[in-house]
Nanobody
């Protein structure tokens, strides 16, 4: 069983920045893919960014050039640096760890961007 704990969410004005962290209870080296997802009220959960254990990244078009995902295997942590935030980024952000045959979700952290 892997536990994922997100942190770093909060309230920020448009144009501001936040850095989200996702700390895993165990080693993330064996995790194939780590991803950040978000879910706004009344909307489906969507992929924001992902990173493989080889460091290959993938981003939703809406966040390209503004968000950066990274992972620190030594600290068992994945980060999401979010810059130039807009009100449309307001959502609960979830971390997901994907193994070959299972996956785990974190509990989520709220990000609110005011105009």
């Amino acid at each position: 069983q892997v536990q994922l704990v997100e942190s770093g969410g909060g309230l920020v004005q448009a144009g501001g920045s936040l850095r989200l962290s996702c700390a895993a209870s165990g080693s993330i080296f064996s995790i194939n893919v780590m991803g950040w997802y978000r879910q706004a009220p009344g909307k489906q959960r969507e992929l924001v960014a992902s990173i493989t254990n080889g460091g290959v990244t993938n981003y939703a078009d809406s966040v390209k050039g503004r968000f950066t995902i990274s992972r620190d295997n030594a600290k068992n942590t994945v980060y999401l640096q979010m810059n130039s935030l807009i009100p449309g980024d307001t959502a609960v952000y979830y971390c997901k760890a994907i193994y070959p045959n299972r996956y785990y979700w974190g509990q989520g952290t709220q990000v609110t961007v005011s105009s």
